[in-house]
């Protein structure tokens, strides 16, 4: 294995590689370019060809060889890296140490997934079992190209097809179950298939590794629409962008990417030639997912469904993308269409709203003028009550000014007054924030024991028996919150009196 790995180091440019992730520019001996691991302006991290080592002398501060940078870039473990570059660089490697059992056996779930996957492509297009799915697909004018390229397929109606299919390439109950393609009802049982009478999407990540699938139904109303992949050791729904893994050089060379709403919304513009573009699952854009969009980009054109959800996803993507220094805008297409019924219905209008994209806070004040046309003083106070959050998280002072301007003269009123809105948001927030922070501080170890001793004391029938039992040792100036002491001394009062105690009647 070391042997391996030498040769593994031998045959990488470190400048190539990285540089293949990182824009490095040269810089005397070295190459320094933004460290990917955290945001910056001014470049702090260096590449030495000399040394074959990299470091960030910025926030960071972390380091290493090639392999390390690939292991933190891509997110894998040492012997998942090891396998990824020895491929990338033509080594061959000996067997992965067995005690490294995760790996294996990880790589054991996305090898059931891949035999999912070429399972349901099979049925799809060899089988008369899928002929009514791929008769769907041509109506939705899918090619026959499209669906060898993102591998589509059907799953078929009876209980256990995959499970059997699956058995026979000596996969166990337990790694269908865990890759999420099979379910068990309780322990022993025996398993069934979790996609029944389903058109199959495989997601991919953006290695190209399938980790889960997504299944839509073609006919039926008592069934969910989608069903998709649980959380699993690979799938995750926060990382997933479908289509990435064909689309991710397309994005890079063209420098944005087109986010759109689902499998079909990806796919027909793509068909239609639109490259730089992939799908989110259900509406909202991620921290993970931006993170890996940052690799190949930083500007992000939403192209959601126009309804409450999609102007949602928008505003939610506005309060991950700014901080991280996204350029975000939005694609406005006409008639209120989504990507796939708009590119299909008329491609060179689609594809003139693809090329003018609207800057994310400019729609945002169109939205709002729309729904409180500014006519009125109060219709503009409930405008410029609505940017404010925006106005205040955009981190570019430049283009926060911009943007205060731009308001003050859509709402015809001074820019003093449109500054002044966001100064209010400011202060209204860390108070908001402050007042969070007192209500979650964990209460101290004595003031939990006192709230303990009153309970009790509150809860007691017997009130005069357990106030003689701790007067001897407990008085009003042991209480560190001054009305638990005062609480403390109306109980000892009250034990004066004869009677049972009453809680309620107590309160009173």
């Known amino acids: 294995m070391e042997g391996a790995i030498e040769k593994i180091k031998e045959r990488i440019d470190i400048v190539e590689l990285i540089g293949s992730y990182v824009q490095l520019k040269k810089a005397g001996r070295n190459f320094k370019g933004n460290c990917p691991f955290h945001q910056e302006k001014t470049p702090s991290f260096v590449v030495s060809p000399e040394r074959q080592l990299w470091r960030?002398?910025?926030?960071?501060?972390?380091?290493?060889?090639?392999?390390?940078?690939?292991?933190?870039?891509?997110?894998?473990?040492?012997?998942?890296?090891?396998?990824?570059l020895a491929q990338r660089y033509g080594v061959e490697i000996e067997k992965i140490p067995a005690e490294d059992k995760l790996v294996h056996y990880k790589e054991q779930l996305v090898k059931a997934n891949q035999g999912a996957a070429d399972f349901y492509h099979y049925i799809l297009t060899k089988s008369s079992i899928g002929k009514t799915a791929l008769d769907y697909l041509k109506n939705r004018d899918i090619s026959d190209k499209i669906i060898e390229t993102f591998q589509l397929g059907y799953s078929p109606s009876s209980w256990d097809s995959l499970a059997r299919f699956l058995h026979t390439k000596k996969f166990n109950d337990k790694e269908l179950v865990d890759s999420g393609l099979c379910i068990q009802k309780q322990q022993g049982s025996s398993v069934?298939?979790?996609?029944?009478?389903?058109?199959?999407?495989?997601?991919?990540?953006?290695?190209?590794?399938?980790?889960?699938?997504?299944?839509?139904?073609?006919?039926?109303?008592?069934?969910?629409?989608y069903v998709n992949t649980p959380e699993t050791m690979l799938y995750h729904k926060r990382t997933m962008l479908f289509g990435l893994n064909i689309t991710k050089d397309a994005v890079k060379k063209e420098n944005s990417i087109i986010i759109v709403e689902g499998e079909f919304d990806m796919i027909a513009p793509f068909q239609h030639g639109i490259n730089a573009i992939a799908a989110v699952k259900g509406s909202a854009l991620t921290v993970e997912q931006l993170q890996l969009i940052k690799r190949y980009t930083n500007r992000v054109y939403l192209a959601l469904d126009a309804d409450k959800a999609g102007e949602e996803a928008i505003r939610r993507a506005i309060e991950v993308a700014e901080p991280m220094g996204f350029e975000l805008g939005v694609i406005v297409i006409e008639g209120g269409k989504d990507p796939d019924e708009a590119v299909r219905t008329n491609e060179v209008e689609f594809k003139?709203?693809?090329?003018?994209?609207?800057?994310?806070?400019?729609?945002?004040?169109?939205?709002?003028?729309?729904?409180?046309?500014?006519?009125?003083?109060?219709?503009?106070?409930?405008?410029?009550?609505?940017?404010?959050?925006?106005l205040f998280g955009i981190t570019n002072p430049i283009v926060q000014s911009y943007y205060i301007k731009q308001l003050a003269k859509l709402l015809d009123v001074s820019e003093e007054s449109t500054t002044r809105v966001v100064r209010m948001y400011r202060k209204k927030r860390f108070v908001r924030s402050d007042i969070v922070k007192i209500s979650a501080q964990k209460p101290l170890r004595e003031t939990v024991i006192q709230q303990y001793l009153l309970e009790q004391l509150l809860h007691a029938s017997t009130l005069d028996q357990?106030?003689?039992?701790?007067?001897p040792i407990i008085s009003e100036d042991n209480f560190t919150v001054p009305s638990y002491g005062k609480?403390?001394?109306?109980?000892?009062?009250?034990a004066l009196t004869k009677g049972a105690f009453d809680i309620n009647t107590f309160i009173k």
Do not use: W
């Not at 609480?487 to 009250?494: C, D």
């Open 466 to 471: 357990h106030i003689s039992e701790v007067q």
């Open 352 to 390: 003139k709203s693809l090329a003018h994209p609207i800057p994310v806070y400019d729609f945002l004040m169109r939205l709002f003028a729309k729904k409180y046309p500014p006519n009125d003083p109060f219709s503009k106070k409930q405008i410029g009550e609505e940017m404010a959050p925006f």
């Open 487 to 494: 609480l403390f001394v109306k109980l000892k009062e009250r």
């Open 56 to 84: 960030c002398f910025g926030s960071c501060g972390i380091g290493g060889d090639a392999i390390a940078f690939f292991m933190k870039y891509e997110n894998l473990s040492f012997p998942e890296a090891l396998t990824d």
């Open 192 to 225: 069934y298939d979790r996609f029944r009478g389903r058109l199959m999407f495989p997601l991919k990540d953006h290695r190209g590794n399938t980790v889960g699938f997504s299944g839509r139904i073609l006919s039926g109303e008592n069934e969910a629409k």
